[in-house]
């Protein structure tokens, strides 16, 4: 870009942001961002996290109105919570993949199936699938919840990675899953960590639980998003491979700007949704409250039961 070019764009950008931060303060709002965003929406948003953080957030704010920069599920997730506040999610067509592999006729099956068998649904699922639900659970507390149940048998949707890490920590129950994955980190092989680990011999991996079981076993560590990040701040390694979406690195390296971060894969972990949103976009959703998440009541209280059920045991 040439340098008027460049000066030009600066003062665009500044000024975009100026006019959110006023917009923000305005409507009484507050934007939350998942940890895989672009650069600049991380950077202007009041919270980035993983799924977990930001529902619990969502739940507790006193903001009028949240402008959920994500996908669809966590936007609506925040609904779910907070049915009184007007929840906005700046692009209308940011889906999660893995959300939308599992219907809820696909559910009502599974369960007069496995009747009398809980059902623990990660966030990452729509509301109609978690209103058929007992409760959900996140990356980050998987294990916690499905170790309150009693029951031998569970039964874990849509994610069957994430059901077959937490099966590790159960080996007296049976942990039983649907064939739905997230396609970016499904894609992740066990060839591709090796590759890594011989090139960075003295780095830590750690894997999101969303990847395969060849890829979990290579592991030094799985964690959530902010996991990772946690992680990278408390060991006292300095080098890391990391998988999960490649958009967990830019967190990584401005928070630890002394230590060094790798991605083992990172053509194939691009989740397209998560780098919609522009701060246009964002400005877009506070002027115009675009795009509305509007959920029916009956759907939206049902859901609200497993989500609610999950924030209380965290
Ligand atoms: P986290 O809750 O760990 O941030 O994960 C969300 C997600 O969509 C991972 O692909
Ligand atoms: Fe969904 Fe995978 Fe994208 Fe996460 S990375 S939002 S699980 S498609």
Known sequence: MEYKNLIDFDSKRRQLIEDILKLKKERKAIILAHNYQP????????????????SLKASKTDAEVIVFCGVFFMAETAKIVSPQKRVLIPVAGACCDMANMITPEDVKRLRDKHSEVPVV??????????????????????????????????????????????????????????????PFHHQLTPEDVKRAKEKYPNAVFIAHPECRPEVIDLADYVASTSGMLRLAKELPHKEFIIGTEIGLLYPLRKENPEKIFHHPAPDKMLCPSMKKTRLEDVLNALENFEFEVELPEEIRSKAYQAVKRMLEIV
């Open 39 to 54: 650069p600049e929406i991380q950077d202007i948003a009041d919270l980035r996290g993983d799924s977990l953080e930001l």
């Open 121 to 182: 649904t990660y966030v990452n699922s729509t509301a109609e699938v978690k209103a058929l639900s007992d409760i959900c659970c996140t990356s980050a507390n998987a294990v916690k919840v499905v170790g309150t149940f009693s029951e031998r048998q569970i039964l874990m949707l849509p994610d069957m990675n994430l059901a077959r890490y937490v099966q590790r920590f159960y080996p007296e129950k049976e942990i039983i899953f649907f064939e739905g994955f997230c």
